[in-house]
């Protein structure tokens, strides 16, 4: 079953397919880029979150981390919020089983420092603004897939670290 953000994808690459041209079609374009984003910051909050409940960390103190995280560059976002929850000696450890099984975070930093100069071109320009190259949603939906791919195994592997931390706590 497709997720929400899938089918918010494919109804925006929809909706573009429709119209010849004009001005619609750049802002679905950047529509979807930010969605998509804004999808990617959600996802990574959540990670987060279930990493926190999973070891028994403070989920208010979290939360505050979270809310006062805005983005979802890897090294500047999401694995400080990460070490604060589970230790960095842990995510380290996730790092390296994400190596070792195939899954290059090095390209998972690439793909969101991508995605991060993107959005931010887009976020602060207007459409009358700046020429700004803008892919269509299809592009998106596809880096969704993508990326969610690898944040689904690094979710995996935060987790089963979260419960190995409250397990040696107990």
Known sequence: MPSAIENTLRELENWFREIDGGTERPKLAKLAMLEFCGWLEHRMDEIVRMAASNCGADSDRIEKMIN?????????????MMCATIGDGSVSYVEKRLSSNGTDVDHLRSLLGTYW???????????????????APSWCLNQQRVVGKILTKLEMEALAAANKIRLDAS
């Open 68 to 80: 006062s995280t805005h983005g979802f560059k890897y090294d500047e976002h999401f694995r400080p």
């Open 117 to 135: 100069k993107t959005r931010g071109s887009l976020a602060h320009t207007h459409m009358g603004g700046v020429q700004v190259t803008l892919n």
